[in-house]
């Protein structure tokens, strides 16, 4: 592997070369079992240049993708073929396909055409599953002349045996929802308007009914509140630029019913947007969805050469009840990352800290990944003891990731006990891009609850993915996730380890442990 291979990300999908944003049309191959992802890509620039077109990569694993170009292509050259979803027509509702398409790879795109000033929704489908399109020859399916009315997401909805399409009325702040029996009649059904956080557009929408799971991770059989609706925003999201929200509720085929006014953030990142999920799934009631792991405020600048920006790792989604506080609990949604480790290998036996190891401010404990290749796996619980936690000043537990033990290049994160906040800073990483651009922010953080309480005592848990430039964390089993990017200036491995609290006997660690990984068969990492 070259050197300037260090930039992209070993599990996280990237193009080899040029622009990537949203995740498109993802959809699972049942006969072939093969993950399809398409992504609004323009292979020639690293900025957001038209044409925009429809990259694809596909993987058997969701952890190594294999690039194969372009999908779908502009019909004229102004236009661009933005962002959409792929149904798998196996009844021929569409009556597109003949026999000698596999009922399973019966595949229709619905996008978005870009083109003289309109945004209209259009089809293609693809009689080799899924790797070349041809357009419907009565394209548009769905045109009200409207410049911003796009991203359309369609699912199979059993109930009432049609197609359902929600479709972003962008700068109206609607969510459309339309019906059809064939792909191609579309019947307005309903809006849901003006919700949530606004920002300043809304993108990206999709309906889907998640798994509620009782407290005993038994699915809920009988329960109409399993259905939810994304949205992303953008710019205008609470930490700025990006963001995906969601709304829990009901629906019938015609109209989706929040079951309360309240709005939530499917990750609480910077670097996190254009949430999609996959049509069909290997076990076909699993909701797997993925994200562009990055944010309109800084994309277009951040410090690589050959590509610009990856999309996140696989993951699973359900409900179910959160403790919020001692008297409140709700129905939540759980996120945890599609991480099968067979195409791995473990460099080294995983690392960790002694349970109950006592951390003092004089004297960090330090974890020397000597093999790592830039993918790291960690867990890492800690303990607060509540009635210690000095009111005043800083009182954290921080950790320090680097390349090597002297570096001055580090990535810090942590908890501040005070606050019951967890921090990141990504600021000391070198890079002129960090340093100067002010809407990267350097310090983020998000609001813990413990993930449980013991005589006086709160425990925490994160489970963290560590890919080069991209760090996804999943706290308490999922209940919160949150995607940061980081640049270095140079892009090399983190291999060192350094923790250390600012108090004594306030903190203990319960369990830390680093996992240094790597692609079995490292010939293809994109
Ligand atoms: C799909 O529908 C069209 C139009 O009715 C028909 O010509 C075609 O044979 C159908 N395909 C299959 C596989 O039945
Ligand atoms: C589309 O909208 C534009 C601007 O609102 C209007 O001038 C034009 O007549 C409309 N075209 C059609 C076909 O309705
Ligand atoms: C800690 O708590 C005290 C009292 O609530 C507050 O005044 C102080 O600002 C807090 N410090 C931090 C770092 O959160
Ligand atoms: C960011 O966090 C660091 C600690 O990691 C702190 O020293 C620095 O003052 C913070 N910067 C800002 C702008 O808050």
């Not at 000033?117 to 080799?128: A, F, K, L, T, V």
């Not at 509140?225 to 930490?239: E, F, K, M, T």
Request: aromatic share 14%; net charge negative; charged share 20%.
């Amino acid at each position: 592997m070259g050197l300037q291979d260090l930039e992209h990300p070993l599990v996280h999908l990237t193009p080899p070369h040029g622009w990537l944003n949203d995740p498109n049309g993802l959809w699972y191959d049942a006969k072939d079992e093969l993950w399809h992802c398409y992504f609004q890509h323009n292979p020639d620039s690293t900025v957001w240049k038209q044409p925009i077109c429809w990259g694809h990569s596909v993987s058997k694993d969701a952890i190594i993708w294999d690039y194969k170009g372009l999908a779908i292509v502009p019909p004229d050259s102004d236009g661009g073929v933005f962002s959409g979803s792929v149904v798998v027509d196996n009844r021929n509702t569409s009556e597109l396909f003949d026999e000698s398409t596999d009922p399973r790879q019966r595949v229709v795109a619905i996008w978005t055409q870009d083109a003289d000033g309109i945004q209209r929704q259009m089809i293609s489908y693809s009689m080799d599953g899924g790797y070349s399109f041809k357009d419907y020859a009565h394209n548009p399916v769905l045109d009200i002349n409207n410049s911003n009315f796009r991203d359309p997401k369609v699912i199979w909805h059993k109930e009432t045996g049609r197609w359902i399409m929600v479709v972003a009325l962008s700068q109206k702040f609607e969510i459309s929802i339309y019906s059809s029996k064939d792909l191609i009649h579309w019947q307005y059904e309903s809006g849901f308007a003006v919700r949530g956080f606004k920002g300043l557009q809304y993108e990206c929408p999709g309906l889907i009914k998640v798994p509620l799971l009782d407290a005993n991770g038994q699915e809920v059989k009988d329960t109409k509140d399993n259905w939810v609706l994304y949205i992303s925003i953008n710019p205008g999201a609470p930490q700025g630029g990006s963001a995906t929200e969601y709304f829990i509720g009901e629906f019938d085929g015609k109209v989706f019913q929040p079951r309360d006014n309240q709005v939530r953030l499917m990750d609480l990142g910077k670097d996190f947007y254009a949430f999609q999920t996959f049509y069909n799934t290997p076990n076909d009631k699993d909701v797997i969805g993925m994200a562009w792991a990055s944010n309109w405020q800084y994309t277009n600048q951040t410090p690589t050469s050959q590509y610009r920006s990856c999309l996140t790792m696989l993951r699973k989604l359900h409900l179910q009840k959160l403790q919020i506080t001692p008297e409140y609990s709700e129905i939540n949604l759980f996120s945890a990352p599609l991480w099968d480790q067979d195409s791995l290998v473990n460099l080294a036996p995983p690392k960790s800290l002694t349970p109950d190891a006592p951390l003092l401010p004089n004297h960090g404990l330090n974890i020397n990944l000597d093999q790592g290749e830039g993918l790291l796996e960690f867990t890492w619980e800690w303990s607060v003891q509540d009635k210690l936690v000095p009111k005043a000043d800083f009182c954290g537990i921080t950790m320090f990731l680097k390349d090597q033990e002297t570096s001055n290049q580090f990535l810090s994160l942590g908890f501040e006990a005070n606050s019951s906040a967890f921090f990141l800073d990504r600021g000391n990483t070198g890079s002129h891009f960090t340093e100067t651009n002010p809407l990267f922010t350097r310090n983020l953080s998000a609001d813990l609850t413990p993930y449980r309480t013991f005589q006086g005592t709160s425990i925490y848990k994160v489970h963290g993915i560590l890919d080069r430039n991209i760090l996804e964390l999943y706290f308490n089993d999922g209940a919160l996730a949150a995607t940061y990017t980081f640049f270095y200036l140079e892009n090399r491995p983190i291999r060192w380890v350094h923790m250390e609290s600012s108090v004594n006997d306030v903190f203990k660690i319960k369990e830390l442990r680093f996992t240094e990984l790597a692609i079995k068969s490292p010939s293809k990492t994109y």
